[in-house]
């Protein structure tokens, strides 16, 4: 292709986007000492029942350096590890870092998530930041999923308030710090949630990243201001006021390129929560997200605990904290644990697959027994599996590279141009493909639904050959590849591949450096095949 040259472009875009031990220098033996838990999750996307491609990479206990790839995830099987969690210090708390609801699954889009919010309400979560995906339906309906009420009008395809005929909304709290609504001034949701354990008082904080606008359609009306200044803003405060710890619930992440869960060397951290973290002040722990990444790390300017874990309730995070009453945080902890569920058929000694917690699962069942035909209707056969690549050694989504169901979703919206407007290309970004198809034979709505479950639009644009040049360039520029870093055999390997149709072939080169300025990208060596 000339780069002079145009083609039509069908663009997708998606509405997404996309413990280490630390001491204050207090006595430990204070015998006034209180033991705090906080049990973390982040970006469970209404996955109520495990995602099939749901599987870790853990250390093998039974040999030496090797590593076991198990089954993980499920609501009834978080709720039975909550419960032990809860069982082993009467001073709990289960805490969320955002994106409990959006991009879901069937199962829970077709109740308006009205079921994920019920299930976690159930499994005892008790306040959360809101993340970028909570807006994808806009400010009034997440509003409806907090304080409750059945959704206005009908949604085809789609229940409200299918239990019971009435949605009471989350038994737990959203916070939303920064975020500002327009109209009045004031904050969408409270910012912030206080609870006391024991003589000792620990302040949490919510919020979301400042970019949530240019993840979502559905932030108009609102401000998000900067993270940083409102976190230390209302961290003063808590000091003032005299509260002991100070928690950071935070809906923007990192990422390692650790090859096994819970590996606290955190090699390679990156990505937009690391200057954030550095930048504050008066904080003992930050629980995010938003990154679908797993790690526990403490950062060496602050001494801030900083975690994650993962993604779809595949990992829970088990914080401990350790507090002198009138004085703070003495000793910090936490571990990234695997949710081992019932599905995996043999495991090594030292590794324990949980049982169904009955209550949660006799939920989760009810919703999947009204949405199930819908869901099992068969759309199509498939002869060969159409896998998304997971980075190694997680169920995280590879970004970096060229999946085989990007194609074939890119192929198929390019098939849906309609005759007059002769489209030659078609992208869709890799944050739009939540998952793979991992299977041969019958194709089902459910399967479907679960690897593009966005309400999303397609743009029909004008580009010259030069600008397709330009578009593919920012797929490795710095904005791409902060959050997602993957080292490969010492390559750098960070950025947010674009998914191709078959009628875009590109040579690039990575050895070039990715990760340079806006503008500055030069990876591509030519286009090869264009129409």
Known sequence: MNKSSISKILLCICVST??????????RNDSNTVKVKIIGMNDFHGYLNRSDNAELYLNDPEKSGAV??????GAPYIA??????????????????????????????????????????????????????????GKEELKRLQNGGCAPGKVIGRETCIKNNAFPGAKFKYLAANVIENETGKNLFQGTYIKKFDGVTVGFIGLTLSGTPKATRGAAGLTFNDEVEVINAQASKFKVQGIEAVVVLFHQGGGTTAATLNDKTCPGLSGEIVPIVQGLRNVDLVVSGHTHREYVCTDKKTGILLTQANYYGNVITDIDLEI???????????????????DNKKLPKGLVALEKDHDVDREVKLYDDLSKKKRSAIQGYTTVPLPAINIEGTTARNN???????????????ASAPKDIK?????????????GLNKTGAVTYDDLFGI?????????????GAQIIRLLEEQWEEANC??????????????????????????????????????????VLGLIKSL
């Open 18 to 27: 996309l413990a280490a031990c630390s001491s204050t220098g207090f006595n």
């Open 68 to 73: 076991i790839k198990v089954k993980v995830g």
């Open 80 to 137: 039975t590890l909550v419960k032990q969690l809860k069982a082993k210090n009467p001073n709990s708390i289960v805490v969320g870092a955002g994106d409990f609801v959006g991009a879901s699954p069937a199962i829970s889009a077709f109740t308006q998530d009205e079921a994920t919010i019920n299930v976690m309400s159930q499994i005892g979560l008790e306040v959360s930041a809101v993340g970028n995906h909570e807006f994808d339906r």
């Open 324 to 342: 002198v009453p009138g004085k703070g945080v003495v000793s910090k902890s936490a571990n990234s644990l695997p949710v081992i569920n019932g």
């Open 400 to 414: 970096n590279v060229e999946h085989l169901i990007g194609d074939v979703i890119a192929d198929a919206y390019l």
């Open 423 to 435: 489209a030659d290309i078609a992208f869709i970004n890799p944050g739009g493909v939540r998952s």
């Open 452 to 464: 593009v479950p966005f309400g999303n639009n397609l743009f029909y644009i004008d580009l010259t």
């Open 482 to 523: 902060k959050n997602k870093p993957l080292v490969k055999n010492n390559v750098n390997m960070c950025g947010r591949l674009l998914q191709p149709s078959s009628t875009l072939t590109y040579a690039w080169d990575v050895k070039r450096g990715p990760g340079k300025p806006a503008g500055k990208g030069d990876l």
